[in-house]
């Protein structure tokens, strides 16, 4: 898989795309999140064909586009969940690292989006990378299948704004690398 460093900006009201500041880097496999009309972050993902994880994290100003470095997550992590409780914190869930990912995490690295400050956030149930997250701000963040040398269909609730996660209802299928989208107001 090869690495891109462009990024598109989708225009939701014109249904548009368009170039705009480029990463840092060259990556895949990164997490994001989003502080809803202030700024969206990528934090991790990974370099040289998916063999080395990094621990990059990445603002971009929503007001003018640019990119800026903000706190680095606390291990090289990749294919891990972003999930937002916008106006307050930023969620990076497991992941894999070591060469191809292939050590999988189950630690949660929080980030305060009033001052973009890293801490310790609820670890997942289980070690794994290739969930997909899903958020439903003010209310709870959620991470649903993975990868842990199988397709998994566990699936974890984290309430906000305790941080407490719970165990939910499985998928009917076990899966892994699929895409999450959240509608706020209901159902994902």
Same mark, same amino acid.
């Given at each position: 898989m090869a690495e891109l460093?462009? +990024? @598109? !900006? &989708? %225009?939701?009201?014109? @249904?548009?795309?368009? *170039? %705009? %500041?480029?990463l840092g880097a060259a990556l895949n496999s990164g997490a994001? $999140? #989003?502080n809803n009309g202030t700024a969206g972050y990528l934090a991790g993902g990974a370099l040289s064909g998916g063999l080395t994880p990094v621990d990059t994290n990445q !603002?971009? *100003?929503y007001s003018d586009d640019t990119r800026s470095a903000a706190t680095a997550l606390s291990t090289n992590r990749d294919k891990a969940g972003g999930m937002s409780n916008s106006g307050v914190s930023g969620y990076v869930v497991a992941g894999g690292y070591g060469s191809l990912g292939a050590t999988y995490l189950s630690s949660t690295d929080k980030y305060d989006f009033s001052d973009d400050t890293r801490? *310790?956030? %609820?670890a997942l149930s289980s070690a794994r990378r290739?969930? &997909?997250? $899903? #958020?439903? #701000?003010? +209310?709870?963040g959620y991470q649903a299948g993975g990868y842990d040398d199988n397709p998994m269909s566990s699936a974890d609730t984290f309430a906000w704004p305790s941080d407490t996660r719970s165990a939910i209802t499985a998928l009917s299928t076990a899966r892994y690398a699929p895409g999450g989208i959240s509608d706020a107001g209901g159902l994902a």
């Open positions: 460093s462009s +990024v @598109e !900006k &989708f %225009t939701f009201s014109s @249904e548009t795309a368009s *170039a %705009t %500041t480029a994001g $999140m #989003s !603002k971009y *100003a801490s *310790a956030g %609820t290739q969930q &997909f997250a $899903m #958020s439903d #701000s003010g +209310v709870a």
